[in-house]
């Protein structure tokens, strides 16, 4: 059975951190770029960040670029997001995907697999 399990959501601070976790089974993790997805309320879905499992390769949305890291532990089959600076307007549920489509146009391709989704509130 293929799973994405979130972990790591909660409530921050403006300023604050906090660390994601996608832990993935059930398929070969090499195999995937990994990423994460968010929505906050009345918004639309939009792409964080993603990481190639097979060479590493990172891309980061503007809006989260410098503040958050994006990493993997292929022994672990395990994505992070490290999330600094956190703002208001980073308070969404996050979602992990995989998909073995690459590039920076990953966000655009149709998903294979979807975690459930971990919900960060960050306060003003």
């Known amino acids: 059975e293929v799973q994405l399990v979130e972990s790591g959501g909660g409530l921050v601070q403006a300023g604050g951190s906090l660390r994601l976790s996608c832990v993935a089974s059930g398929f070969t993790f090499d195999d995937y770029t990994i990423g994460w997805f968010r929505q906050a309320p009345g918004k639309e879905r939009e792409g964080v960040s993603h990481?190639?499992?097979?060479?590493?390769?990172?891309y980061y949305a503007d809006s989260v670029k410098g503040r958050f890291t994006i990493s993997s532990d292929n022994a672990k089959n395990t994505v992070y997001l490290q999330m600094n600076s956190l703002k208001p307007e980073d308070t969404a549920v996050y979602y992990c995907?995989?998909?073995?489509?690459?590039?920076?146009?990953?966000?655009?391709?149709?998903?294979?697999?979807w975690g459930k989704g971990t919900l960060v509130t960050v306060s003003s």
């Open positions: 995907a995989a998909s073995q489509e690459s590039g920076r146009y990953w966000f655009d391709y149709g998903m294979d697999y």
């Open positions: 990481i190639s499992s097979s060479d590493g390769t990172t």
